[in-house]
């Protein structure tokens, strides 16, 4: 038996600038971020540096000074990544890597690689890759240095093309097929939304390890995968759970936000991002223990508003109570988010107080309607209880006084019904 060695972590140096509306404090967390980030991908941060600067250096984003000496530093400390919090263009890229002789990333091409990892369905996969080719087709430029000429064969004219020329069209040509691939998914995802409309849906959103997954085993009482990581859920996954007797719910998760998030990634993932656009009902759900969670909720709206989402029901719920340290940012929370509910999903507190909104909600969305049916159309009343959710029925001497709720996809089916002869 052959046992293969660990492969030794790669060792990264991580950079952020602060410029424009970013203060000290700001750019730290989101270094920290990006350290999460960065163990997630599963390298190791050896330094994290931050520079001050009035705007990006256009050839070094950080200016050439400043790149000389991380250079020393990164011979000095056998770095193998430098990773920058925002995204660099093709000419920093390929400055940077020159002087470092090493491998540099931005913060969208860091994302794209723990997506790449995480994708384990045929929907995830192809969403990833085509956001992944999206991104590096304007970046070619970092991996083509001789622009080698590719000669025409007997018969054709002119120089051909460079390799770059080629890589870029056959990109091209992969994107569109990839395209093709994830409008044959949305098609089916549509016949998939078309057999749930007879259902209230809610999804869960908010800024990536708040804790929806684990909000949704609490509520529906599933197994669905939960880690401590960033983006450990990239697929939607639905369940249904009972509000109470007749009122059902389908409740969706789906992949966590993230300040920054390739623009890319979110047009990529839009097939899977529909249970957002679709749902009636979206539950924010926000790590309350987090210092930065007003930012983070800033992020998600607007995500939110990306998604043509913003203005649908929302209940915002604060997770992670039992986790707080800091009691007088519930008093904060209470005063500027009345309407919230405060929850901890992992050991249940107040997912009752969760339920009751739920069920006002649904209260509403299925509003009572009172019809009459004669006492002898036994089929019909019958056939309504399948359609409805049946609240009352008073019998008279020759007709039944029915009040019920029902979606409004079956208050038409109802209608239709009560013209029916018999």
Sequence with gaps: MITLAPQPKERAILIALAFGEYNKEQVEEHLDELELLTDTAGAETVFKVMQERYRPDPAYYIGKGKAEEIAQ???LNNIQLIIFDDDLNATQVRNLEKLFERKVLDRSGLILDIFASHAKTREAKTQVELAQLQYTLPRLTRA????S???GGIGTKGPGETQIETDRRIIRFRISKLKENLRKIESQHTTKSASRK?????TLVGYTNAGKSTLLNRLTNSEVLVENKLFATLDSTTRSFELSKGKTILLSDTVGFIR???HNLVASFKTTLNVVR???IIIHVVDVTHDFYEDHIRVVEETLDELDAKKKTQIVVFNKVDDLKNRERLDLIKSNFPDSIIVSAERGININGLKSRLTEIYEKYFGEVE??????????IAKLYELADVTSIKYLDDKAVIKFRASSSNQQKIKRLLYETE
């Design 371 to 380: 019809i009459e049916i004669p006492n002898s159309e036994t089929r019909k």
């Design 144 to 147: 083509w240095t001789h622009l």
């Design 198 to 202: 007879d259902f209230l849906t809610a």
């Design 260 to 262: 920054k998030l390739p």
């Design 73 to 75: 530093l990164v011979e």
């Design 278 to 280: 679709d749902a009636d």
């Design 149 to 151: 000429k590719q000669y």
